[in-house]
């Protein structure tokens, strides 16, 4: 299994990123696709995850009106759409894999890291 992200870069306070996370080795829409960031000075942190056979997804409070996620299942490609960005949001950001929890009708994603088996290299987002 191998993800790989891109799109990360430098941008100015308001505007846009998308990031991409190329997946290998299993299918996307069938896991839980989670981006997470690690900002100076603190914890990797979970941002939002969204499993799309299962109908679940789970954002972080403080982007959920300014990020979406999404898979394209025909490239297999986890996709992060940020806007209104702001500099409190620089950090890298990583893409990762796991499995669904839950039992229908309460399948979830989690924000745990321990529970992500596949991860990217990272791409680097500087707001400024």
């Known amino acids: 299994v191998q993800l790989v992200e891109s799109g990360g870069g430098s941008v100015q306070a308001g505007e846009s990123l998308i990031l991409s996370c190329a997946v290998s080795?299993?299918?996307?829409?069938?896991?839980?696709m989670g981006w997470w960031r690690r900002r100076p000075g603190r914890e990797l942190e979970g941002v939002t995850a969204l499993a799309v056979d299962y109908d679940t997804n789970i954002d972080r409070e403080d982007v959920k009106a300014r990020f979406a996620i999404g898979v394209d299942s025909a490239k297999n490609t986890a996709v992060l759409h940020m806007t209104k960005l702001k500099p409190e949001d620089s950090g890298m950001y990583y893409c990762?894999?796991?499995?669904?929890?839950?039992?229908?009708?309460?399948?979830?994603?989690?924000?745990?890291?321990?529970?992500?088996?596949?991860w990217g290299q990272g791409t680097q987002v500087t707001v400024s």
């Open positions: 990762a894999a796991g499995p669904v929890s839950g039992w229908w009708p309460r399948y979830r994603c989690s924000f745990s890291a321990d529970e992500y088996k596949y």
């Open positions: 080795g299993l299918t996307a829409r069938q896991n839980c």
